[in-house]
């Protein structure tokens, strides 16, 4: 049986050599066939917003079976760390891993409201070994 891994690319344009394109090819290539690395496009990502995101992953993580593996990139860590603490799973959740997201705080022109986390984000989240 395959592992499954979620990965939720980066803002920007995801085609060949851009945004989380070339880490979603390298990791592929280096877990080889005991992976199975998900990684759908979500809805305007070079104009993200939190709302249709969010409508995606609900109808993404309907199709998750068993164990997975969450990997968010970029603005996709915050995506990811935004549903999985407000949203109910239902897969148990083998790990997680956020690769180079932003933080929002601190610098008032720092800021972009649809993917702020709650203060209390990390209590909300699911069990993650």
């Not at 592929?28 to 305007?44: Q, W």
């Not at 104009?47 to 997975?68: I, M, R, S």
Request: overall charge negative.
């Amino acid at each position: 049986m395959t592992a499954q891994i979620f990965f939720l690319h980066s803002a920007g344009a995801q085609g060949p050599h851009e945004g989380s394109h070339d880490l979603v090819a390298w990791l592929k290539e280096a877990l080889g066939p005991r992976y199975d690395v998900l990684h759908p496009e979500m809805p305007n990502p070079e104009t993200p917003d939190y709302a249709p995101w969010k409508a995606e992953l609900k109808k993404d993580f309907a199709e998750l079976k068993g164990k997975v593996i969450f990997i968010g990139h970029s603005l996709g860590g915050l995506g990811l760390l935004k549903y999985l603490s407000e949203e109910p799973l239902t897969n148990p959740v083998a790990g997680l891993s956020i690769v180079s997201a932003p933080f929002w705080g601190g610098d008032e022109n720092w800021q972009y409201e649809p993917f702020t986390l709650s203060e209390d984000f990390a209590q909300r989240l699911p069990d993650i070994p």
